[in-house]
């Protein structure tokens, strides 16, 4: 059974850094055609693709976001790390990880519950 | 960039069929999957590849895609189907888009 499940904090201030962890389980994150993407939601509005990695090194980002996200993988751990720079009010958002399965045109199809993190000084 | 647009809503009775479209330049060019999400809960994949549906997804669910427009149809409306779907595809410059959402209700 695939399972993965985000963590981090709740809450930060403007300006702080994020960092959120995904861990993994039920697949391998060395498995070359899966890989683990970033995916926030902010209340009540649409879904947004933030970053994503593969065990070869590809490693690709949001236009919009690249300058602030910097994402890895520890294969030893099954984690996938997502760090965002320079926190605003309007990252406010439920931040999920999701596997992309390279099998199916790179389709989403495990995701984690998410988490809420909510930013205010 | 490119962008996927969808209605904000959908009304459907129950036992009748809802249709959710997905609009983009030229979507039929490109592989469409469809997410399904609750209330409170984290999106669930109900189609991909435009027509195929994962393990544990009802047949009632189905997709098509052809010229500027994917659907996501629900035959048989449920009141378990109330949720918002999303529509996404790759994209080489923007990666993955998302559709702007759809709130499917059931009345």
């Known amino acids: 059974q695939v399972t993965l499940k985000e963590s981090g904090p709740v809450l930060v201030k403007p300006t702080e850094t994020l960092t959120l962890t995904c861990t993994v389980s039920?697949?391998?994150?060395?498995?070359?055609?899966?890989?683990v993407s970033w995916i926030r939601q902010p209340p009540g509005k649409a879904l947004e693709w933030l970053a994503h990695?593969?065990?070869?090194?590809?490693?690709s980002y949001s236009a919009s976001l690249k300058s602030r996200l910097t994402i890895s993988m520890d294969t030893s751990k099954s984690q996938v790390v997502l760090i965002m720079t320079n926190m605003d009010p309007g990252d406010t958002a439920t931040y999920y990880c999701?596997?992309?399965?390279?099998?199916?045109?790179?389709?989403?199809?495990?995701w984690g519950q998410g988490t809420l993190v909510t930013v205010s000084s | 960039s490119y962008v996927l647009t969808q209605p904000p809503s959908v009304s459907v009775a129950p036992g009748q069929t809802a249709r959710v479209s997905c609009g983009g330049t030229n979507i039929g060019s490109r592989s469409v999957h469809w997410y399904q999400q609750k209330p409170g809960q984290a999106p669930v994949l109900v189609v991909y590849?435009?027509?195929d549906r994962p393990s544990g997804i009802p047949e009632r669910f189905s997709g098509s895609n052809s010229g500027n427009t994917a659907t996501l149809t629900i035959n048989r409306v449920e009141a378990g189907d109330e949720a918002d779907y999303y529509c996404q595809v790759w994209d080489t410059s923007d990666h993955y888009v998302f559709g702007t959402g759809t709130k499917v209700t059931v009345l």
């Open positions: 590849d435009d027509t």
């Open positions: 999701a596997r992309i399965n390279g099998d199916y045109s790179l389709v989403f199809d495990s």
């Open positions: 039920g697949f391998s994150l060395s498995n070359a055609r899966m890989g």
């Open positions: 990695i593969f065990s070869i090194d590809e490693k």
